[in-house]
């Protein structure tokens, strides 16, 4: 894909993010891997209602802008760029603010096994402490969780989510699913009636 289709597509996602109420705001950052070792990435502050290309900022792996503007990457590029050095497989994240999934790790309470899409994509979805937001510390942690090939996606304590997928499309579906999940998980509880898939099927044969 060109510079320009790719900046075009990032645009449209964090739109689509916005209506989704994903990113709340000017709140979460997100990112695509260009050419390789490359980055294009939402910058401070940068709202996904009212998003531009003027919005989006280039940079090179270890988040050094290579591209002029007068925006600067978001603070959270640490997260984005560290991820990106591990993760050879992940070309795009989405660092979310949505209210289910927030609230679970405000809870610091991991997503139950109550469906089978949990299964299949959100199996293991570790926590991240707490640490000031655009911190070193945040990014070097969050990044530290996808050494695990098997972590697409971790819960920032009392902040947020994180999720890594091999392109933008796939990391916007997975995001807004994980969102999904998390709101039938709180729906559920407010009924008062809470089955997980292994009280369900007695064992963890159907799982
Ligand atoms: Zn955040």
């Known amino acids: 894909m060109c510079y320009l289709e790719s900046k075009k597509e990032l645009v449209k996602i964090v739109k689509k993010l916005g209506k989704n109420k994903?990113?709340?705001g000017t709140s979460g950052n997100v990112s695509i891997r260009y050419n390789d070792n490359k980055i294009l990435l939402t910058s401070s502050g940068s709202s996904s209602a009212?998003?531009?290309y003027d919005d989006i900022v280039l940079t090179d792996i270890e988040g050094n802008i290579?591209?002029?503007t007068q925006k600067k990457p978001t603070s959270e590029i640490g997260i984005h760029t560290l991820i990106y050095k591990k993760r050879p497989d992940i070309n795009a994240i989405i660092h979310s603010h949505s209210s289910a999934?927030?609230?679970f790790a405000v809870a610091h309470k991991h997503l139950s096994c109550i469906l089978a899409e949990n299964i299949y994509y959100f199996k293991n979805v570790p926590f991240v402490p707490y640490?000031?937001?655009g911190s070193y510390e945040l990014?070097?942690?969050t990044a530290a969780c996808f050494e695990n090939k098997d972590v697409n996606a971790c819960f920032l304590l009392n902040h947020g989510f994180v999720l890594g997928a091999k392109n933008i499309k796939d990391a916007y579906n997975m995001t807004?699913?994980?969102e999904n999940i998390a709101q039938i998980e709180i729906n559920a509880y407010i009924l008062g009636k809470f089955e997980t898939l292994v009280c369900v099927?007695?064992?963890n044969d159907a799982i």
């Open 22 to 24: 994903l990113l709340p």
């Open 50 to 52: 009212f998003i531009t």
């Open 66 to 68: 290579i591209e002029k």
């Open 101 to 103: 999934l927030s609230a």
């Open 131 to 133: 640490f000031k937001p």
């Open 139 to 141: 990014a070097m942690n």
């Open 176 to 178: 807004i699913m994980a």
């Open 201 to 203: 099927n007695g064992n």
